[in-house]
């Protein structure tokens, strides 16, 4: 690469403060958008949006229309993964994701190898690359994947559930079976998050949403160091790539993360203190987030008081807004607006 970056993300990725901070949210193309909605409704379900190139570049581009966003996120969903490596994926309305699932090591059988997803994955690369072609030269692009710990989560109890127990009880019971779990998924995710960057992804996020679920030395084991094995990976074959962390719930340990130098960014969820995050994180690296998306709901003299809030308190420092989570589906749309409006002056 020659000279600085010139798109805001990067920059701020690259430890830059810029006086206006950049901005995107987490599920940015969502139901909260009307015209997601119809979109869905022309392709027929949520998984035949994500597997068909075309409505993945057009749902992923109407954020970027409509709000003229400084990243776009590739649209494509975690699961996926455990598809490409041999499970049934599928969505239950009203209720969330189903997988059939695999509950110990001999199950494991099952499952195929790292280097046998890419069928399965080659319409989301396809995606990749027409979404990189049709985006205005100043937006970012984010690929991205779930960290293993929260994949191999779902992939152990087959659905969402409150506190991960299914997979927590297997680590503990079995840690050598969870590991090899572990393992696979760690390397399917590195071929995964490759072939998006040689795609044209730009920048790549780590979305370990259940990382807060883990306890003790477990901590380590298996949020922080899946991450950071496959960050390293990354990094050993795409030098210049941004990556982005984020494990929800983690607490103090953050700041693990943050004294990772593989790291360029990382996401902090609604339970971190903007002050706590800017004194211990941000002399470090690259801080995102956090405002709760309940706001672009509501709306309102809060909206507007916690904006400015986290903009006095992360804007002095190498920063991107964003939410603490993903915007739900009843979120405001004119929320948004007003939001944006807000951080661009
Ligand atoms: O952020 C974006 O706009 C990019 C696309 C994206 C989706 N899912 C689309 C999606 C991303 C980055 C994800 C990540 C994801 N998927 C995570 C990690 C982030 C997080 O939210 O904690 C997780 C845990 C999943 C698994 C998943 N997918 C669940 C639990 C659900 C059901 C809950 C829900 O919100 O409905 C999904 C469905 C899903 N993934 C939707 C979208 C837009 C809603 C699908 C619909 O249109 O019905």
């Not at 709000?67 to 494509?76: N, Q, R, V």
């Not at 499952?111 to 049709?134: C, N």
């Not at 903007?274 to 003299?301: C, F, H, Y």
Request: hydrophobic fraction near 40%; charge should be negative.
């Amino acid at each position: 690469m020659t000279g600085l970056p010139e798109k805001t993300i990067l920059r701020a990725l690259a430890g830059e403060t810029l006086k206006t901070p950049p901005v995107w949210m987490m599920r940015q193309a969502g139901r909260y958008l009307p015209e997601y909605r119809a979109t869905r409704a022309d392709a027929g379900g949520f998984l035949d949006l994500c597997y068909n190139p075309d409505f993945a570049t057009e749902v992923t581009l109407q954020p970027i229309r409509r709000f003229g966003f400084d990243a776009a996120i590739l649209f494509a969903d975690i699961l996926l993964l455990p598809q490409a490596l041999g499970m049934d994926l599928w969505f239950e309305t009203g209720e969330g994701p189903r997988l059939n699932p695999v509950t110990n090591v001999a199950e494991l059988g099952r499952l195929k190898g790292k280097d046998d997803i890419h069928d399965t994955l080659a319409p989301v690369y396809q995606s990749v690359k027409q979404i990189s072609e049709a985006l205005p030269k100043e937006t970012t692009f984010i690929g991205f994947a779930g960290a293993p710990w929260t994949v191999a989560s779902y992939m152990i109890a087959g659905r969402g559930t409150p506190d991960q127990g299914p997979a927590r009880k297997w680590m503990y019971t079995d840690p050598e079976g969870f590991g090899k779990l572990i393992d696979l998924v760690t390397e399917a995710t590195i071929e995964y998050l490759a072939k998006q960057v040689e795609a044209g992804a730009e920048v790549i996020k780590l979305f370990d949403s259940w990382a807060g679920t883990l306890a003790g030395s477990c901590f380590e084991d298996y949020a922080l160091k899946p991450a950071l094995r496959i960050a390293t990976e990354l990094k050993s074959r795409f030098p210049d790539l941004p990556i982005i962390a984020f494990p929800r719930g983690a607490g103090g340990g953050y700041i693990k993360f943050a004294d990772q130098k593989v790291f360029n960014g990382l996401a902090i969820d609604t339970s971190v203190p903007a002050d706590w995050a800017r004194d211990a994180l941000q002399s470090k690296i690259t801080v995102q987030g956090n405002l709760d998306p309940m706001l672009l709901v509501t709306g309102g003299e809060a909206l507007e008081r916690e904006t400015r809030r986290l903009l006095d308190i992360l804007g002095d420092g190498p920063y991107i807004f964003n939410l603490g989570h993903g915007i739900t589906p009843d979120g405001d749309p004119a929320n948004v607006e007003k939001m944006l409006n807000i951080i661009r002056g």
